[in-house]
Each structure stands twice: as structure tokens, then as C-alpha cells.
């Protein structure tokens, strides 16, 4: 359970696949991209952190923590946007309410909504819906926490009753997240995997191929079947990453991956945030070669290189760490000491001073 704790290459590594699965999306609009479902994912990977920081913390810290590395990023983002619309003169078609849902997005209904509905300029609010979600269980995180560890089973039962008899509804999606989110804990306290050691391929070969027929036959036509699709798709991605772990994390622990790993974790927001303006500047300028969806990623992949050094800072000020442009691996202590203790002159827990000839 201590290793667990810990922050793993791999959860790392799977939020990094989840965040480009987003953005592929986002620059194709190619509805079939969504059978890999990276919502699932995302919440699952912040529900053990969050089970990580309520060990080390009180509840209250913890929220706190979450929002404010949550908020300042996105307030950030918010100011560009309202420039933005400004410049653009659609301003006027914000309401009280909908300015109220972008300063504070869980007291929103459906996520914060900006001018341009229906246009290119939705791109630039349309996503925003996750954030309040996670602002959402980062609320409630402690209480179902403390649900799941007292009452076992009967939350699971009652996670996944939910979660089906609101699919038809329209709103089983919110329990769905609530329940990847509580995956986290159990993933967290090493519960998870060691269930699935024995289970995940037949879990897999369950609801892989139902998820995959009802997802793809039912999308433009029966709607809640469709839904039940891209859920049974999301367990399926969710157990296929877990049990597929012992066979890829190792191949994650070069210089090279943590590196590339490391920068993604740390600009993860920012990644989620300014793709999509990104996605908008370059159809609405028309760049030659927007029209074919490998250009469009690659292009958006290519900007939000420099968009992350340039408003990457709002991360870190988050996380009340030194403002960089570029994120790098934390040095190991141990590593650091064992160098400083190697240069002469110098010794664990002290300075020397070199003494000249003569002076006392």
C-alpha cells in the first residue's frame, strides 16, 4: 500500500494518453474516436490521488488544495477568454447567469456557457463541463470516500444501480464518473489490482465487444443504448489499463519517459484548457491544410508547446511551487546529497571553511 502512495509513471503515463485522446478528438471531431473513452480514465487517476492526499491531509486541505490548483489555472484561462469575446463583440450575449457559472463553475447547471453557441467560438467553452465535474467530486470526494470504506459492497451495488437507471435519463454519465472516481480509492489502497489479476481479461472480453456493437450501431439512433455502449467501453479501458500494468510500466521507468511524462502532469491543465482555442485560431484563420484532421492535430499539438511555456505558470503558482516555462524532474534527495558530500571542502550537515596558512 506505502508503494502505491506513491506517485506512479504509469497513472501518469495513462492521464498523458487520455489528455492526447482528447485533443485527437477535438481536432477531428470524428464522433468514432470516442469509443476510446478518456473520461473514465481521468477521473479514475484523480480519484487515488485524491484518496492519496486524505491520508496526508485533513478534508478541508484537501479541497482547498484541489480548487485552488483547479480554479487559478482556469480563472487564468477565463480573463483570455472574456479578451477574446470582447475583441469579438459577443459579449452581449452573456447573461448574469452565465458570468456567475464561468467565475465559479460548480454553481453552474451543465457546465459554464459562453457566447458563440452553435459556431467555432463554442470551442472555447464547450469543454469546460469536466472542470466543474471534478470541482463536483472534489467537493463530495470525502463523504464517498467514507461511504465506500464503511458500507463495501452496498456503495458499489448502489454506484452501478444509479448509474443504469439514469442512463436512459440523460444524466447516468454523472454517476459514471462518481463511480471511476471511487475506482481511484480502491486502485489507491492496492484493492483493485489485485482483484483484477485473476478477472481482467474476462471482464475485458465482456464488455469490450458488447461495448464496441452497441456503441457503433446504436450512436445515430438509439441513444441510451449508445450511452450503455460507451460505458461498458469505459470499464473495458479501465480494466485493460490495469491489467495490462504489469507488462507496460516497466518499459516507463527510462530518463526519457519520466521526462516526457513529468511535463505532461505537470501542464495537464493547461494541455486541457488551451487546446481548444487552439483548435479555433487555426480554423477560423484558415491555415493551409486545416481541412485534414492529421494537420489540424499535428498543428495543435505543435502550438500548445509554447502555449504551455507561456501560460504554464498559472500551474504552478497553483500548486505554490517556482514559476518555470519548462517542467523538469524533482531532483532525488538522496542522489543530491550523495554529490554534495563528494565535493571537497564539504560534509553532511555542515560547511567547512578552508583555513589560509597562518590565520587561527
Known amino acids: 500500500m506505502g508503494q502505491l502512495s506513491k506517485r506512479s509513471v504509469y497513472l501518469d503515463a495513462l492521464r498523458a494518453f487520455a489528455l492526447a485522446r482528447v485533443v485527437l478528438y477535438h ?22 490521488l485524491y484518496a492519496n492526499s486524505l491520508e496526508n491531509r485533513p ?15 482556469y480563472w487564468v484561462y ?6 477574446l469575446w470582447a475583441y469579438l463583440g459577443v459579449l452581449g450575449e452573456m447573461n448574469p447567469a452565465s458570468w456567475v457559472s464561468f467565475a465559479m463553475p460548480v454553481l453552474s447547471l451543465g457546465g ?8 467555432n467560438l463554442e470551442m472555447t467553452w464547450i469543454a469546460l463541463w469536466y472542470l466543474q465535474m471534478h470541482l463536483i467530486l472534489s467537493l463530495a470526494g470525502g463523504w464517498l470516500r467514507s461511504r ?31 463511480l471511476c472516481w471511487s475506482l481511484g480509492y480502491l486502485q489507491h489502497d492496492g484493492v483493485l489490482e489485485e482483484w483484477l ?48 500494468r504489469p507488462r507496460i510500466e516497466p518499459a516507463l521507468q527510462s530518463r ?42 499535428a498543428l495543435t499539438c505543435a502550438l500548445l508547446v509554447p502555449v504551455c511555456m507561456v501560460v504554464g505558470w498559472a500551474e504552478d503558482l497553483a500548486a505554490r511551487k517556482p514559476a518555470t516555462i519548462w517542467p523538469t524532474l524533482p531532483l532525488d534527495p538522496g542522489a543530491t546529497a550523495s554529490r554534495r558530500s563528494s565535493i571537497p571542502g564539504r560534509f553532511p550537515g555542515r560547511i567547512s571553511r578552508l583555513k589560509a596558512p597562518g590565520r587561527p
Not at 470524428?30 to 477521473?43: D, G, K, R, S
Not at 478534508?59 to 489555472?73: D, F, G, H, M, T
Not at 502532469?265 to 491544410?289: C, D, F, N
Open 112 to 119: 459554464p456557457k459562453g457566447p458563440g453557441e452553435g459556431t
Open 78 to 83: 477565463v480573463v483570455a477568454m472574456v479578451v
Open 59 to 73: 478534508l478541508r486541505q484537501v479541497i482547498s488544495s484541489r480548487y485552488r490548483r483547479i480554479l487559478i489555472p
Open 197 to 244: 489479476a485473476i478477472r481482467w481479461k474476462r471482464i475485458a472480453f465482456a464488455t469490450g465487444p458488447l461495448g464496441f456493437a452497441l456503441f457503433f450501431v446504436f450512436h445515430h439512433s438509439v441513444v441510451p443504448l449508445a450511452a450503455l455502449g460507451a460505458l461498458l467501453l469505459g470499464v473495458f479501458w479501465l480494466t485493460l489499463a490495469m491489467g495490462l
Open 148 to 178: 465506500q470504506l464503511q458500507h463495501g459492497r452496498r456503495y458499489w451495488i448502489a454506484l452501478v444501480a444509479l448509474t443504469v437507471l439514469l442512463l436512459p435519463v440523460g444524466i447516468g454519465g454523472l454517476t459514471f464518473w462518481a
Open 27 to 48: 481536432s477531428t471531431s470524428a464522433w468514432e474516436v470516442t469509443a476510446f473513452t478518456a473520461m473514465p480514465l481521468m477521473f479514475f487517476i484523480a480519484g487515488s
Open 256 to 297: 526519457s519517459w519520466r521526462l516526457v511524462m513529468n511535463w505532461m502532469s505537470a501542464r495537464s491543465l493547461t494541455i486541457y484548457l488551451w487546446h481548444m482555442p487552439i483548435i479555433y485560431a487555426i480554423l477560423e484563420l484558415g491555415v493551409p491544410g486545416h481541412e485534414l484532421w492529421p494537420v489540424r492535430f
